[in-house]
């Protein structure tokens, strides 16, 4: 039996179902669960829609990305025999590669404090400005006297170019997050694709523009770039004002001890480790063991990017249109991936694998899929962890905090990787050298195949928050 009533709120009149079971009536909740769409923050009408849209932001976005990702390496062709010759020893040329990346992971947890009362897309526009003219004035350090004079304000420039790149990574993650809520997954596989490619052709690039016009003019032409899609960039990305609210750390606990948070962490410092250790020492490998030409390495170097580049946006297609599918069931993929490859790189001489360059080949092939199946995953299991696990907002308070977890992971394990990587591989050797680097992956995989197995033995799923049942709680009333 159901009956109508109406009952006078706000000067509305509001009409609801009661149900009435077993002598009591049964009355909904009036406030029904707020939706989670947002709307979009692009204009629709105006002469600024034609370039502030969807497609002009994305596409600035990633061109920024692909050049923060290159600049890591630009040098990498001519700087260190330039260097030499002005005073540098090889420690120092390695430590000034390093403090790129080292300034990321240093400042990474003090940006994402004031980034959101500054406001994200300020943040964006300007630390890209100034990473942008501390690259140009990195090549006019070539008019430096010699010496101190050259060291000392290469590694101040050095820092310069870390800060303002550090804050820019950090915000273009969160204006993914926050302008794409749809189609996250697929702009954060493009730029995880475009810092790949980046890292990839930056150094043919640099030597080819030094080749052409000196020193000056690799970080003249890449930092003009940069300072003009800044400009680009500045005019596509709508404002992106965060809530006044008073700040609530109680939420950043909870989210960095719970296990999926961590376990996506892990997983993609795993990720970017392995490849700086393979970005340091795998060309070196090749040149010994096969004799490669510099030609025959940057085809094998092409090999891994171009694997991640499409099961990376596969992966990020398929979790986008299959939510219920498990982001941890891949990164589980991607972590035996990595194990994998490992083996097949050097090869593993315990195997007894025969040493080939085929062999290598697909030990590569399978490094970049392993890539294609950490990125994506990760990031989506941190944003599950936020909005699903512990109820966050979905605002860019939120947002932030997973992109700096995100990004403080990527630039430790880019920062580390090629430091350890590089003096392991000195003392044993590249096919033995890599193979500790196999352990972490040997550990996430059990892990992750002991969760799977417990949510399936519990029946419960392990990205929903506990609840008590609606039907539960409703309120009953007595009829008499």
Not at 127 to 156: K, N
Not at 372 to 389: C, D, H, N, R, W
């Amino acid at each position: 039996m159901s009956v109508k009533y109406a009952k006078l709120t706000d000067d509305k009149s509001i009409e609801e179902e009661v149900h009435i079971s077993n002598g009591y009536a049964t009355v909904p909740d009036d406030k029904p669960e707020p939706s989670r769409t947002r709307p979009s923050l692009f204009p629709t009408t105006g002469c600024l829609r034609y370039i502030r849209n969807p497609v002009c932001a994305t596409v600035f976005i990633v061109i920024h990305t692909f050049c923060v990702g290159g600049l890591i390496v630009l040098p990498g062709a001519f700087f260190p025999v330039m260097a030499l010759e002005k005073g540098f020893t090889e420690t120092m040329v390695g430590l000034l590669f390093g403090i790129y990346a080292g300034t990321r992971v240093i400042l990474i947890p003090f940006a994402s404090v004031f980034s959101t009362k500054l406001g994200i897309k300020n943040c964006l526009t300007m630390s890209a400005c100034f990473g942008s003219v501390s690259t140009i004035l990195f090549g006019v350090l070539d008019y430096s006297p010699s010496g101190t004079p050259f060291i000392v304000l290469c590694f101040v420039v050095k820092v310069f170019e870390g800060i303002g790149m550090s804050i820019s990574f950090l915000a273009m993650f969160t204006t993914a997050m926050t302008l794409f809520s749809k189609n996250r997954l697929i702009v954060i596989a493009l730029m995880q694709n475009a810092i790949s490619i980046g890292i990839m052709v930056f150094p043919a690039i640099g030597g080819f523009l030094y080749e052409l016009g000196g020193f000056v003019i690799p970080f003249a032409i890449v930092g003009s770039l940069m300072l003009f899609n800044s400009f680009l960039m500045m005019l596509a990305i709508p404002p992106m004002e965060s809530t006044p609210k008073k700040s609530n750390p109680s939420s950043v606990v909870p989210f960095l001890t719970n296990i999926y948070a961590m376990i996506s962490a892990i997983s993609q410092f795993y990720c970017l480790l392995t490849l700086g250790v393979y970005d340091a020492t795998f060309s070196l490998h090749l040149k010994k063991t096969f004799d490669s030409t510099p030609a025959e390495i940057g085809v094998m170097f092409l090999v891994s990017p171009i694997g991640e580049f499409f099961i990376g946006l596969l992966v990020a297609a398929v979790l986008q249109k299959y939510s219920k599918l498990s982001p941890l069931a891949v990164l589980g993929c991607g972590s035996l991936m990595f194990v994998i490859a490992l083996q097949l790189l050097g090869p593993n001489p315990f195997f007894n694998i025969p040493v080939s360059m085929p062999i290598v080949l697909v030990g590569a092939a399978i490094f970049g899929i392993g890539q294609g199946f950490t990125y994506v995953p990760a990031s989506q299991m941190q944003i599950k962890v936020g909005l699903e696990v512990l109820g966050l907002p979905d605002d860019i308070e939120t947002h932030n905090m997973i992109s700096s977890l995100y990004v403080f992971t990527s630039s430790l394990g880019v920062a580390v990787g090629p430091v350890i990587g590089g003096a392991v591989v000195d003392v044993l050797g590249f096919p033995i050298g890599i193979l500790p680097f196999s352990i972490i992956g040997i550990i996430l995989v059990p892990l992750i195949i002991s969760l799977h197995c417990y949510h399936w033995y519990k029946g419960t799923d392990m990205f929903s928050r506990k609840t008590t049942n609606r039907n539960d709680t409703e309120e009953k009333t007595p009829l008499l």
